[in-house]
């Protein structure tokens, strides 16, 4: 016997979209929750010691290649393991995990505003303005601006993260200034203190969320995987990511130096942005805008497959689930 249309079973296809994109708004937001928040935790505790080397580089303030060889790897070990320099292998790489807790309330926090905060802007962009988008960039590039506006306007409104993320910054490359510090006696006494740079890090969020979910999205457009429940692969996934996180990284990176600068000051010693960007070009040249680039690119690969995996495999199933 013949099902009727509303018996049949729906393609597989159509069950993988759905259970990215359908259910109800707060069985959504539910799965968006809990699905950048796993991300964020497995991210944190694979990508953590890449972090603090990119952090330690980026506010070493001396030059770093020497005229020999050895005189280079001396002064990467000094400015990477800092006090640890001289212990055993073992010694060293436990040294790379200062700032955790900070580090955890930040990535977890982060990821979850960014992952799933990102769609429901981009979704008020696209139906409030979708069609002057389209009139003005195309139907391709319309979505791919969208997608881009929109991570840029959450990577500005990142900034009220920024006291975990300074916390972090400074556990990872000045731990002395927190010694026999708690998190409330920090918060208590230095107050807006914690936002110092925050301007810079709204320069820097802008363009590089920009990047991020822009070239995440023109990637996928250019592989002809459109936004309207369509599911990529793993492959597709993993191509597109990277293409954003490389993109975003390399367009940030002068202003992220700026940025780790002026968190790793002491408290009572603030340095504004412009005067430590003028010392940097006095003192390191143009070059001094890209330490920490290497690393970061190294790591940004893996460390965005895997967390955008992550995110969008847990975020389909707990949408099914809620």
Not at 25 to 40: D, Y
Not at 115 to 122: I, M, R, Y
Request: hydrophobic share 40%.
């Amino acid at each position: 016997m013949t099902k009727s249309p509303d018996q049949s079973t729906p393609p597989d296809n159509k069950i993988i979209a759905n259970s990215a994109t359908g259910g109800s708004p707060s069985g959504n937001s539910k799965a968006r929750i809990l699905g950048s928040a796993i991300a964020g935790i497995s991210e944190l505790a694979l990508f953590h010691p890449v972090d603090t080397v990119a952090k330690r580089l980026m506010s070493t303030e001396t030059r770093i290649v020497a005229t020999s060889v050895s005189g280079t790897a001396l002064n990467l070990n000094h400015a990477i393991f800092r006090e640890s320099c001289n212990k055993t292998a073992f010694e060293k790489f436990g040294s790379l995990f200062p700032g955790i807790g900070f580090g955890a309330s930040y990535k977890i926090l982060q990821r979850v505003y960014k992952f799933g905060g990102q769609p429901v802007v981009k979704d008020k962009l696209k139906n409030s303005y979708g069609a002057q988008f389209e009139s003005v960039f195309g139907r391709e590039n319309g979505k791919t601006m969208i997608a881009a506006v929109s991570g840029s306007l959450i990577g500005i409104g990142e900034i009220f993260l920024l006291p975990l993320d300074a916390l972090k910054v400074k556990a990872q490359t000045a731990p002395e200034q927190l010694v026999g510090r708690g998190v409330i006696d920090i918060f208590r006494t230095e107050g807006w203190s914690l936002y110092r740079g925050a301007g810079w890090t709204a320069a820097r969020n802008a363009p590089g969320s920009f990047a991020l979910f822009g070239g995440n999205a023109a990637a996928k457009s250019l592989m002809g995987i459109s936004d309207d429940g369509q599911r990529a692969t793993w492959t597709q996934d993993a191509i597109s990511s990277s293409a954003g996180a490389i993109a975003s990284i390399t367009v940030a990176q002068p202003l992220d130096v700026i940025k780790t600068r002026i968190q790793k000051r002491p408290f009572n010693s603030p340095e504004s942005g412009l005067s430590i960007l003028a010392k940097l070009i006095k003192n390191e040249g143009v070059g001094g805008f890209f330490k920490g680039l290497t690393p970061k690119l190294m790591v940004v690969g893996p460390k965005l497959i895997f967390s955008f995996t992550v995110a969008q495999h847990t975020i389909a199933y707990f949408t099914n689930k809620f």
